[in-house]
């Protein structure tokens, strides 16, 4: 039997999403968004699905309530649902917002998934980290993984606390990635090329890069290794990111981006 799914918000994660499950052959029809905004509404009609201003009047026969509203608006919307049934699973896609502070806003028997999907998502090449919280049933977890798997690819922790290193792992990922990129464009025209030609060679080599650490069968490190000949010029270059302390900086980056998650979540757990 098909779940019904509302999605709370139409943002462009929440388009993604459906616009994924539509192209994996779910019915239209047995999908609703909601939001404020008309725009945002009719340009999800023209999908198929169902679209609402009302977030109470659209969740009354949903299986599944996808919450994709900012965090800092997230308990209001919430508190204001008087349809909303413990039975029926909420997905929080809203970074930083704790279970407890969802059941705060709910019911102490409320449903819930919490997921920390990436912008990646948005090409349908997200990865995208979930945990349940207790009480939610084998069903519930698959339907919240064929949710998020219309975005990418899915894993389970089963740890809450686990979300913040995801988080600063995959979550802030992309923009590590983004931010290499920049400087090795900006170090490729220092070196003598145009802006065109070190973009090109930039973004096609973190492709491949990518490619071969996703679908090969070596590590990263191993893949390091195979491409630094010794006395060469890729080990120059690592000798002086290592005598630089790149790799202690990655690591602290990481670490502060798992303790601002933890913070947010106090942030916006008491809004």
Request: proline share 4%; charged share 15%.
């Amino acid at each position: 039997m098909t779940s019904s799914i509302t999605f709370i918000g139409a943002g462009n994660m929440a388009q993604s999403l459906i616009r994924g499950l539509l192209n994996t052959g779910y019915p239209a029809s047995a999908i609703t968004a909601t939001d404020p905004v008309a725009a945002a509404r009719e340009t999800l009609k023209t999908l198929g699905i169902n679209v609402s201003a009302d977030n109470s009047k659209a969740l009354e026969h949903a299986d599944v309530i996808v919450l994709a509203v900012k965090p800092q608006v997230l308990g209001a919307v919430l508190s204001a649902l008087d349809t909303l049934r413990p039975e029926q699973l909420l997905v929080s896609i809203a970074a930083g917002v704790p279970v407890a502070s969802l059941r705060n806003w709910t019911c102490e028997q409320q449903a819930i998934v919490r997921c920390m999907p990436n912008t990646p998502a948005l090409l349908g090449a997200g990865v995208t980290a979930l945990y349940a919280a207790p009480g939610v049933d084998p069903r519930q977890r698959t339907q919240a993984e064929d949710i998020l798997k219309a975005a990418g690819r899915t894993l389970w922790v089963d740890r809450e606390e686990a979300l913040d290193a995801v988080t600063a792992v995959s979550g802030s990922g992309p923009a590590y990635f983004f931010y290499l990129m920049e400087a090795m464009i900006e170090a490729g025209e220092a070196l003598g090329l145009d802006a065109q030609t070190a973009t090109l060679l930039t973004l096609e080599t973190a492709y491949g890069a990518a490619l071969m650490a996703r679908e090969g069968s070596s590590t990263p490190t191993t893949l390091k290794e195979n491409v630094t000949s010794p006395g060469g010029t890729t080990e120059r270059a690592l000798s002086i990111l290592d005598a630089a302390g790149g790799r202690d900086m990655i690591h602290q980056a990481l670490a502060g981006a798992a303790s601002r998650s933890r913070e947010l979540a106090q942030e916006f757990g008491q809004s």
